[in-house]
């Protein structure tokens, strides 16, 4: 809006919260990115726009509630903080010209938003520039964004789900399978489209993301549960066990997956429900408390991706010249998708 009036953001604020009964902006779009409003003001700028509360609201996700940090009263309040929720830059193919330096377009991406799918572009978080990765070299990864997005249409709780398939494959990663090729070559193409070291893309939950997918499809599958439990019932849990092994490894495309699963389990079977997510899941899918979701897709605290691989700087698209120490804070502070946000916790700064 103030790129087409040709004023700064602050002026434009002011002019629509205009009033007889004072205005008070806090901060600045430097200093927040992101523009809440009191109540009356948000009834000011429908009426300079023309447009109803409900519609802005449902295009200005920050405008249904007041932020806890504003005060509501009757003074129109105005005030720049950092966006409550998580956010990447919009696609540049998609805004154009709303692009403009120092003026950037952020989008809540929601469950499944990071991808677009027109122009092949994963997006990440960066305030100041447009910051994406091709994705022509990553046809399994635009291929899985689909497959997600029909599953968030098709359940309340996928974001649980496929919270719980990253933790399920995150178990899988940490074991550093020598053998793995997918994940390897993956990594060389995610690399190349980034023109990044391999080191700083190997956190990268792209890297992940098609089986992460297939896992959460397949646990969430209502047929799935109910044979697994079929199973289990009669022949056993061991079997039942053999069964969704089997499956995923399928899916995966591992066709060595379950037999390295299985007696991976055997070596620590004490200890396999609390630390292997896909032990514990099942486990509860199968005896009498699993007849229900309640605590089916809670993640034990041993079993979960770490924070900092949750981190939202674009590191990947950042290509100033780094000290040995940057470097390793880089990797993990690659900028990507999480299932939902966490709280973003810095590494410790290198000695």
Excluded at 27 to 54: C, D, H, I, M, Y
Excluded at 322 to 342: D, N
Aim: net charge positive; charged share 20%; with cysteine.
């Amino acid at each position: 809006m103030s790129a087409g009036f040709g004023l700064p953001a602050q002026d434009l604020l002011r002019a629509i919260l205009g009033s007889p009964h004072g205005v008070q902006v806090t901060g600045t779009p430097a200093t927040g990115l992101e523009l809440f409003l009191n109540t009356p003001a948000r009834a000011a700028l429908a009426q300079f726009t023309g447009v109803p509360g409900s519609r802005l609201a449902a295009l200005l996700p920050s405008l249904t509630v007041v932020h806890e940090r504003l005060v509501d009263d009757d003074v129109l309040r105005a005030a720049w903080y950092a966006p409550c929720e998580a956010w990447v830059g919009a696609c540049p193919g998609c805004t154009g010209r709303a692009w403009r330096p120092g003026r950037p377009v952020l989008v809540y991406p929601g469950t499944f938003g990071h991808v677009c799918r027109r122009h092949r572009r994963w997006l990440l978080a960066h305030p100041g520039r447009a910051a994406s990765i091709a994705l022509e070299t990553l046809p399994e990864v635009l291929a899985a964004h689909r497959r997600h997005t029909a599953l968030a249409r098709s359940r309340s709780d996928a974001a649980d789900v496929v919270a719980f398939a990253a933790a399920v494959v995150w178990s899988w990663q940490v074991q550093g399978w020598s053998s793995e090729a997918v994940w390897q070559d993956r990594v060389r193409r995610l690399a190349a489209a980034t023109e990044s070291l391999p080191v700083a893309v190997v956190p990268h939950p792209l890297v992940s993301y098609p089986e992460t997918i297939a896992v959460a499809r397949l646990l969430g599958a209502p047929q799935w549960q109910q044979r697994l439990r079929e199973r289990a019932t009669a022949e056993g849990p061991v079997a039942a066990a053999g069964l969704l092994l089997g499956e995923i490894s399928r899916q995966a495309g591992r066709p060595w997956l379950a037999d390295w699963l299985i007696a991976c389990t055997r070596t620590r079977p004490r200890t396999a429900v609390q630390s292997d997510p896909l032990t514990r899941w099942l486990h509860l899918l199968t005896t009498a408390a699993g007849t229900v979701n309640d605590g089916l897709w809670t993640v034990h605290p041993t079993a979960a991706r770490p924070t900092e691989y949750s981190d939202r700087a674009s590191f990947l698209t950042d290509h100033r010249p780094r000290t040995v120490c940057e470097k390793a804070q880089a990797a993990f502070l690659t900028g990507g998708w999480e299932p939902v946000p966490s709280p973003r916790h810095r590494p410790a700064p290198c000695p």
